[in-house]
């Protein structure tokens, strides 16, 4: 029998010339990835480990994102604490507040992950740069401690789900939009324990910002990972992004999925997540009256140029609705810079928008947006679940850029195709 | 291994968010997030736990956020094991990593009810529903993960192997 993607990389990772899914095994990793919130707690663990130091001071990456700029003085002492470890572990990959960015916009951006990789993140969304065609996964803080201390990881082998990707959406249609469909179809757990794996004629119809809005969101719908087919666009993006070696692994052509989906992008409708779960989704047609009190864009999901330039085609030359709050966080230093040289920081911020640095803050709840009891946001994030974004009373729908900035402009959750 | 405890029931898709919200994921002190677990699904639990007590949820268990910071609290307010149908993959190595017994067994998930005097058998697998007078037995592990087990998380597993 034949490997999946995901298999193929595995078992290149682990020395061997093939792996089985349910098999137990322990491959070499790429990079370790952790973040403001989890790093403390892998520091605490890799102590109490014995680690004499990170195996590889290149493959180690640490991204004070969540609650930077520091929120507060509990935030301020866990970033000074992941400080002194990556200047005294000599970390290369530490990103420091002004030169960072949301880690899963960042890594991609600065050509540190690429094509055949095989990461660990103490980040669940670590499972985005699975549009680069690396196996990518999130994990917790002692993998992390674990990881950086050996440069292995154990993994069990998943099993798969093919996505096979027809036709081409339509305008204001996006890869968030296909992803939330998926979800809404699978459910949150739908692939527990499995590798997502996109491929298909359609794909050449969707853009890496596209497909990494989707790979970003495997996650929720349970998987290990989310894996995308390497194409000439895929090619294109790495070399723009660095010279890191890449290696492609295709599927076999007997390779073994549980199931295939055949996606058929053209009938994708822009789709909204219902509070309090990803998965529970309506398209925008069967949305009805939902008045909203905050809208946020951006995010490890939805914090590129391509969504920046969205959300400011919509929102150019018109004001936000009126008693509404309208949060933009572009994902990196980079897209913020580039909003400014395209004139789209000043549409965000005449159309009555907050423009922020790049911040994981609002996502999460941590701060930068918080909700009180009762309130309503739409948001381009990927968690809708209860107290996610504030208040435990409070909700979250999450959608499109288009549909979050069409929304911005109404107060409640709008179609972009009716404006 | 025994241990006898009185069980808190939860249906599906229990939540990182709602195990430990990210509010207070600005410190990593395992009582200080003990004070806020299961805040918004459970304003109760803090004050109605006591140690040795069992957590049951039905499927899909610490679905969401790699927060290790989740079976932390979860083990530091006192919960001695949490039973579910399934777990979201990076809560079941999070769980087994810190040291934090789970079991999965769709019977016990379905049939234990909030207050309900259970005892777990880690060495079998075997629950024991005491107020029902009910047996279930939860699926044994595969063979690597009760190696980490057997070593209480994967930081001695490590030890011994770095």
Same mark, same amino acid.
């Given at each position: 029998?034949?490997?999946?993607?995901?298999?193929?990389?595995?078992?290149?990772?682990?020395?061997?010339?093939?792996?089985?899914?349910?098999?137990?095994?322990?491959?070499?990793?790429?990079?370790?990835?952790?973040?403001?919130?989890?790093?403390?707690?892998?520091?605490?663990?890799?102590?109490?480990?014995?680690?004499?130091?990170?195996?590889?001071?290149?493959?180690?990456?640490?991204?004070?994102?969540?609650?930077?700029?520091?929120?507060?003085?509990?935030?301020?002492?866990?970033?000074?604490?992941?400080?002194?470890?990556?200047?005294?572990?000599?970390?290369?990959?530490?990103?420091?507040?002004?030169?960072?960015?949301?880690?899963?916009?960042?890594?991609?951006?600065?050509?540190?992950?690429?094509?055949?990789?095989? =990461?660990? $993140?103490? *980040?669940?969304?670590?499972?985005?740069? @699975?549009? /680069? %065609?690396?196996?990518?996964?999130?994990?917790? !803080?002692?993998?992390?401690?674990?990881?950086?201390?050996?440069?292995?990881?154990?993994?069990?082998?998943?099993?798969?789900?093919?996505?096979?990707?027809?036709?081409?959406?339509?305008?204001? =249609?996006? $890869?968030? *939009?296909?992803?939330?469909?998926?979800? @809404?179809? /699978? %459910?949150?757990?739908?692939?527990?324990?499995? !590798?997502?794996?996109?491929?298909?004629?359609?794909?050449?119809?969707?853009?890496?910002?596209?497909?990494?809005?989707?790979?970003?969101?495997?996650?929720?719908?349970?998987?290990?990972?989310?894996?995308?087919?390497? *194409?000439?666009?895929?090619?294109?993006?790495?070399?723009?992004?660095?010279?890191?070696?890449?290696?492609?692994?295709?599927?076999?052509?007997?390779?073994?999925?549980?199931?295939?989906?055949?996606?058929?992008?053209?009938?994708?409708?822009?789709?909204?997540?219902?509070?309090?779960?990803?998965?529970?989704?309506?398209?925008? *047609?069967?949305?009805?009256?939902?008045?909203?009190?905050?809208?946020?864009?951006?995010?490890?999901?939805?914090?590129?140029?391509?969504?920046?330039?969205?959300?400011?085609?919509?929102?150019?030359?018109?004001?936000?609705?009126?008693?509404?709050?309208?949060?933009?966080?572009?994902?990196?230093?980079?897209?913020?810079?580039?909003?400014?040289?395209?004139?789209?920081?000043?549409?965000?911020?005449?159309?009555?928008?907050?423009?922020?640095?790049?911040?994981?803050?609002?996502?999460?709840?941590?701060?930068?947006?918080?909700?009180?009891?009762?309130?309503?946001?739409?948001?381009?994030?990927?968690?809708?679940?209860?107290?996610?974004?504030?208040?435990?009373?409070?909700?979250?729908?999450?959608?499109?850029?288009?549909?979050?900035?069409?929304?911005?402009?109404?107060?409640?959750?709008?179609?972009?195709?009716?404006? | 291994?025994?241990?006898?405890?009185?069980?808190?029931?939860?249906?599906?898709?229990?939540?990182?968010?709602?195990?430990?919200?990210?509010?207070?994921?600005?410190?990593?002190?395992?009582?200080?997030?003990?004070?806020?677990?299961?805040?918004?699904?459970?304003?109760?639990?803090?004050?109605?736990?006591?140690?040795?007590?069992?957590?049951?949820?039905?499927?899909?268990?610490?679905?969401?956020?790699?927060?290790?910071?989740?079976?932390?609290?979860?083990?530091?307010?006192?919960?001695?094991?949490?039973?579910?149908?399934?777990?979201?993959?990076?809560?079941?190595?999070?769980?087994?990593?810190?040291?934090?017994?789970?079991?999965?067994?769709?019977?016990?998930?379905?049939?234990?009810?909030?207050?309900?005097?259970?005892?777990?058998?880690?060495?079998?697998?075997?629950?024991?529903?005491?107020?029902?007078?009910?047996?279930?037995?939860?699926?044994?592990?595969?063979?690597?993960?009760?190696?980490?087990?057997?070593?209480?998380?994967?930081?001695?597993?490590?030890?011994?192997?770095?």
């Amino acid at each position: 029998m034949g490997m999946t993607m995901t298999q193929k990389i595995l078992a290149a990772h682990a020395g061997l010339k093939e792996v089985k899914a349910g098999q137990f095994i322990e491959a070499d990793l790429d990079i370790v990835l952790g973040n403001d919130v989890t790093t403390p707690v892998a520091i605490n663990e890799f102590k109490r480990m014995g680690a004499k130091g990170v195996f590889d001071k290149k493959k180690v990456v640490i991204v004070p994102d969540h609650f930077t700029p520091n929120k507060d003085i509990k935030a301020a002492e866990q970033c000074k604490r992941i400080r002194e470890f990556a200047v005294s572990e000599d970390i290369e990959n530490y990103f420091e507040v002004g030169q960072m960015g949301i880690e899963h916009v960042l890594l991609p951006e600065k050509g540190i992950v690429t094509a055949g990789d095989l =990461v660990i $993140g103490a *980040d669940s969304h670590t499972c985005t740069y @699975g549009a /680069l %065609g690396a196996f990518s996964t999130g994990i917790g !803080s002692t993998d992390m401690a674990a990881g950086m201390a050996r440069g292995k990881a154990w993994f069990k082998v998943p099993t798969a789900i093919k996505f096979d990707l027809r036709g081409e959406m339509t305008k204001w =249609v996006s $890869g968030k *939009d296909v992803i939330l469909h998926i979800i @809404g179809m /699978l %459910g949150v757990d739908g692939a527990l324990y499995k !590798s997502m794996e996109f491929m298909g004629e359609g794909l050449k119809n969707l853009t890496m910002d596209d497909r990494l809005a989707m790979a970003n969101m495997a996650i929720e719908a349970g998987a290990k990972n989310g894996i995308f087919m390497v *194409d000439d666009k895929t090619i294109a993006f790495l070399k723009e992004a660095g010279d890191k070696p890449y290696t492609v692994y295709a599927p076999d052509p007997d390779a073994d999925y549980d199931e295939t989906y055949i996606i058929e992008l053209g009938k994708i409708r822009p789709t909204v997540s219902f509070p309090h779960l990803p998965d529970n989704t309506r398209i925008i *047609d069967e949305v009805g009256d939902v008045k909203i009190d905050q809208v946020v864009i951006g995010s490890c999901t939805n914090g590129r140029m391509e969504d920046m330039r969205i959300a400011a085609s919509i929102l150019k030359g018109r004001q936000v609705a009126k008693n509404l709050r309208v949060i933009i966080f572009p994902g990196t230093q980079k897209v913020y810079l580039q909003c400014i040289n395209e004139g789209l920081a000043r549409i965000f911020v005449e159309a009555g928008a907050v423009f922020s640095t790049p911040t994981c803050g609002p996502c999460l709840g941590g701060h930068m947006g918080i909700l009180a009891a009762g309130e309503r946001a739409i948001a381009t994030t990927n968690r809708n679940f209860v107290g996610r974004m504030g208040h435990p009373e409070s909700e979250v729908y999450l959608s499109s850029p288009a549909v979050a900035a069409a929304s911005a402009l109404t107060g409640k959750i709008s179609n972009p195709e009716l404006l | 291994m025994l241990n006898k405890g009185k069980a808190f029931k939860y249906g599906d898709n229990v939540d990182t968010d709602v195990i430990i919200p990210a509010r207070y994921l600005n410190t990593s002190d395992h009582a200080e997030l003990a004070k806020h677990c299961m805040e918004d699904i459970d304003a109760d639990f803090v004050n109605n736990v006591r140690c040795g007590d069992i957590i049951v949820a039905t499927k899909n268990f610490g679905c969401g956020s790699s927060r290790e910071h989740a079976p932390i609290a979860i083990k530091a307010s006192g919960i001695s094991c949490v039973i579910a149908s399934t777990f979201a993959r990076i809560f079941y190595r999070n769980a087994f990593n810190t040291g934090l017994p789970i079991l999965e067994c769709d019977e016990a998930a379905a049939r234990i009810e909030a207050g309900d005097e259970v005892e777990v058998n880690f060495a079998t697998g075997e629950i024991r529903n005491i107020t029902k007078n009910e047996t279930y037995q939860a699926e044994p592990f595969p063979e690597f993960i009760q190696k980490i087990i057997n070593c209480d998380g994967l930081v001695n597993y490590v030890k011994e192997n770095i």
